[in-house]
């Protein structure tokens, strides 16, 4: 006859060693999507400074005269390795951003930039 303490003993055991590696797997998980999550908030957003026009490229400064055909230019912005000039047109502010070789990226109203930054007009 099989003694009942042993058999409970015994399944008791094999709990605890089960419960042990899934509590590890859900805390390397869980740390995991955290320092994940806080990496990811603070590293695609690329630091935008003003400058003057005397620091941009020759390159840059001919192809957006070009681009924005006499438009007068607010200011210049640099984004990481690429340039920004905005523009004010028709009572909107717009920035054309350019790479360091003068090609144009894209163009976006600069009014939403603002609001995700969190700034006033």
Request: hydrophobic share 35%; glycine share 10%; proline share 2%.
């Amino acid at each position: 006859m099989v003694d009942l303490r042993t058999t409970v003993e015994t399944n008791r055991s094999k709990n605890k060693t089960m419960k042990t590696p899934k509590l590890l797997t859900i805390v390397a998980i869980s740390a995991g999507l955290a320092f994940g999550a806080a990496a990811y908030g603070h590293g695609d957003k690329e630091k935008e400074e003003s400058i003057n026009s005397s620091d941009v490229p020759q390159a840059v400064q001919q192809a957006a005269d070009k681009q924005l055909k006499g438009a007068s230019i607010v200011r210049w912005e640099k984004e990481g390795a690429n340039y920004e000039a905005v523009v004010s047109k028709d009572g909107k502010e717009w920035g054309y951003k350019f790479s360091a070789s003068g090609k144009m990226l894209g163009k976006h109203a600069e009014a939403g930039e603002k609001e995700e930054k969190g700034e006033k007009y």
